[in-house]
């Protein structure tokens, strides 16, 4: 895929980028190299500094950055807005709490352990390397940098070809606020040549947020040359109504989700299944938000939301909903490919979903819902489970006991309750099954990225 903003609105090249040559990657890889030994120097009081003005600078620049990520990818300006915000406070979190997330612990007694003095110390690896995906183009980013950079590591940044604008800002943002030259650095390469520097010594580890092709590239790239890594490869999340919940809210919440960020989103619901006590009044009301959800320029206030990024997501979303609709799914609202510029996409919402059809397994990568009628818990648990996928859920009940059964039961990374699923700085995210492995963000995020090293005096 050429480096290049191809703006989503308008199916248009609006600037292109030459890929970095062999020689200017050695060159990127031999800085990082270098910046490990000044990384390693400095403390949490000066890196924190530095992540503190780095988030001054993004508040500083929102109105330019958040157009950069609705020009490159299409998300309305208000949630390009927020994302950035959210970045910057992310940055925040690490910098105030880096310190204490990796404080030294004492877990065993000593005279236990025949020493005077035993203790876990958590101290940088070097390099890592980060493959990233477009649809959150700065918090997707910030979520890794601003941890790994707080624990004394250097980042190297490989992100989508489609945001080449993002990378470049946020490849220069940290040396901007201060950090050591080659601290965090933006390569500009195509997809293949990522897998390839995993073979570098000078790589130590790799994080990856994207398919799960590219994921499984990834690990045995880094399975091979003993690196550790990390991996978020999105999800068929599940969105269950019990008879006891708040229909209106429920329903609200539910097409908010399968809308958010023009349906290209890893942890909001696709799967939704609803009782069948309440199936009727809830379909009908989230079927009426659904059908008000209306695609359009992500720069004008009354847009819900803005095109998809690429034409070929789009077209991968609209061939679910195809092969979906040959098998004989009923289509109660959009399903129908827009004429036009652009990649728009409407909102869909489709019943009569059976195995048979790709989207009962696939995750569609697009503002289209399935929704099923269930007749139990435990089916609605059973149903939720049968997937190669499990990122998060989102369940709606007012009865503690139903939501004590549903988060024990859910095999996901992360259940939330009468909410909807997000990321949250303190809180660890990641997956089990094809989702992926590792954790980011927390405690658990931080110290994915350390040497957790046992010292020992007798």
Known sequence: MAIATLNPTTGEVEKSFAPHTAAEVEAILDRADKANALMRATTFAQRSAWMHKAADMMDAELETIAALASTEMGKTIGTAKYEATKSANGMRHYADHAEQYLASESPVDAKAVGASEARIVFQPIGTVLAVMPWNYPFWQVIRFAAPALMAGNTGLLKHASSVPQVALYLGELFERAGFPAGAFQTLLIEGAAASKLIDDRRIRAVTLTGSVGAGSAVAEAAGRNIKKSVLELGGTDVFVVMPSADIARSAEFGANSRTQNSGQSCICAKRFYIHEDIYDDWF?????????????????????????????????????????????????????????????????????????????????????????????????????NDSDFGLAASVWSSEPGELAKLQDQLEFGAVFANGNTASFFGLPFGGVKDSGYGRELGQFGIREFVNAKTVWTA
Request: aromatic residues 8%; contains cysteine.
């Open 284 to 384: 009908a009301a989230f079927l009426t938000r659904m059908q008000g959800m209306k695609p359009g320029d992500p720069f004008a206030a009354d847009t819900s939301f803005g095109p998809m990024a690429t034409a070929s997501v789009r077209a991968e979303a609209h061939e679910l909903v195809e092969d979906a609709i040959a098998k004989g799914v009923t289509v109660h609202t959009g399903g129908v490919l827009p004429d036009g510029p652009g990649f728009f996409y409407p909102a869909t919402v489709l019943t009569g979903v059976g195995p048979e059809m790709r989207i009962f397994r696939e995750e569609c990568f697009g503002p289209v819902a399935s929704v099923y009628k269930v007749a139990s818990i435990e089916e609605a648990i059973a149903l939720s």
